[in-house]
């Protein structure tokens, strides 16, 4: 079993930045590939970024380039998203997920096999 947890969701203001850092127990995941989903009202939830296992290859979503940054640290078993020049579509629950593939896998939420509960993000105009 693979617990996740985020934290660093919060309030900011259009233009600002945030940190989102995800902690896992339990099961490593550090032969997994790791990604961030965020999921806003009435809406579908959506891939933002992903990080292979050794944090040599990422992908973004296009919504993000540019502004997001996903990193990793095996030996503590971690997962960050730096998130600058925020904009208020950017406003969701953002979701930490364990990869079920050491390499990327596929864009989808049912290629991720552990979720955790989730962070709130708003970004005011």
């Known amino acids: 079993q693979v617990q996740l947890v985020e934290s660093g969701g919060g309030l900011v203001q259009a233009g600002g930045s945030l940190r989102l850092s995800c902690a896992g127990s339990?099961?490593?995941?550090?032969?997994?590939?790791m990604g961030w989903f965020r999921q806003a009202p009435e809406k579908e939830r959506e891939f933002v970024a992903a990080?292979?296992?050794?944090?040599?290859?990422?992908r973004y979503a296009d919504s993000v380039k540019g502004r997001f940054t996903i990193s990793r640290d095996n030996a503590k078993n971690t997962v960050n998203l730096q998130m600058n020049s925020l904009k208020p579509e950017d406003t969701a629950l953002y979701y930490c997920?364990?990869?079920?593939?050491?390499?990327?896998?596929?864009?989808?939420?049912?290629?991720?096999?552990?979720w955790g509960q989730g962070t709130q993000v708003t970004v005011s105009s």
């Open positions: 339990g099961r490593t995941f550090s032969t997994n590939a």
């Open positions: 990080i292979a296992w050794t944090g040599g290859r990422t």
């Open positions: 997920a364990r990869g079920r593939t050491m390499n990327i896998p596929d864009n989808t939420p049912r290629q991720y096999d552990y």
